[in-house]
């Protein structure tokens, strides 16, 4: 695994951004994994400058989300639908026939996530997997003690998870109970991983994830069983980390040419 610690906000959002041109560069049709939440916005904003700018041109990418409330209509806007189109699809250009969103209202929801499944596989797979990380660890909405071996599936929010995202909806009673994600292992089968954490409430989940021991409690610490996974955080989020001089020595003295 590689740890990356930066000094801010701003910082991680530029690296990462870089990381997934990168990807981009070597494959113009690539399939990206796309995260919600707080924590890659910043990276999102950076790939529309540059797309604006005329440095980046991400026309033939493919995205698939990580996850979808269920029960909330697609045009809600809050929805998963919604926030992607809104931070990913319109601002980097991509075309809206290429993102895919599970479908939370679907009749047969077990049917909806095995079809997203499907989806990705007949995509090619996900090339880079962007990732935030919950203050409980969770990725994706794989909360603690989802299964390693998790494909895409229905599942039940955790308290934790619903009080953090009240400040989306205005209140946790807002926030829907189910959602639809991506399981660990689908998480697992991309080609590169990539989290980015920033902000001093992510500080304990990013030192479960990386040093802590690999456990369901912290879903995030399965980034330790894939061999290209890198995780961009900021000093706030490195706070906990017992290794941090270490990994600041490793990103110094990195061996020269392309990243992981």
Not at 70 to 75: A, D, M, N, Y
Not at 78 to 89: C, G, K, L
Not at 164 to 189: K, S, Y
Not at 207 to 229: D, I, K, Y
């Amino acid at each position: 695994m590689e740890i990356v610690i930066l000094p801010g906000p701003d910082e991680v959002a530029r690296v990462a951004a870089q990381r997934v041109a990168d990807v981009v560069r070597r494959r113009r049709d690539a399939v990206i994994g796309l995260a919600t939440g707080s924590s890659p916005l910043g990276l999102y904003a950076e790939l529309a400058r540059r797309v604006a700018e005329g440095e980046l041109d991400l026309s033939g990418v493919s995205g698939f989300a990580l996850d979808e409330y269920v029960g909330i209509p697609p045009e809600h806007p809050e929805s998963y639908a919604s926030v992607i189109r809104r931070t990913v699809t319109e601002p980097l250009g991509l075309a809206p026939g290429r993102v895919h969103v599970p479908d939370g209202r679907a009749p047969d929801l077990h049917a909806a996530a095995d079809a997203y499944e499907r989806a990705i596989g007949a995509a090619g797979g996900i090339d880079v997997q962007v990732l935030g990380i919950g203050a409980n660890g969770h990725i994706g909405f794989n909360e603690p003690t989802s299964s390693f071996a998790s494909r895409t599936r229905v599942t039940t929010l955790a308290p934790r998870t619903r009080a953090d995202n009240a400040r989306f909806f205005g209140t946790p009673d807002e926030v829907p109970v189910h959602c639809l994600t991506q399981g660990l292992a689908t998480i697992l089968e991309a080609r590169r991983l990539l989290l980015v954490a920033q902000g001093v409430v992510k500080a304990v989940a990013v030192a479960a994830a990386v040093e802590g021991p690999l456990t369901s409690m912290c879903p995030a610490s399965v980034l330790q069983l894939h061999p290209r996974a890198t995780v961009l955080v900021d000093e706030a989020a490195a706070g906990r980390l017992r290794l941090a001089d270490y990994y600041r020595y490793m990103h110094a003295h990195r061996p020269a040419g392309p990243a992981p």
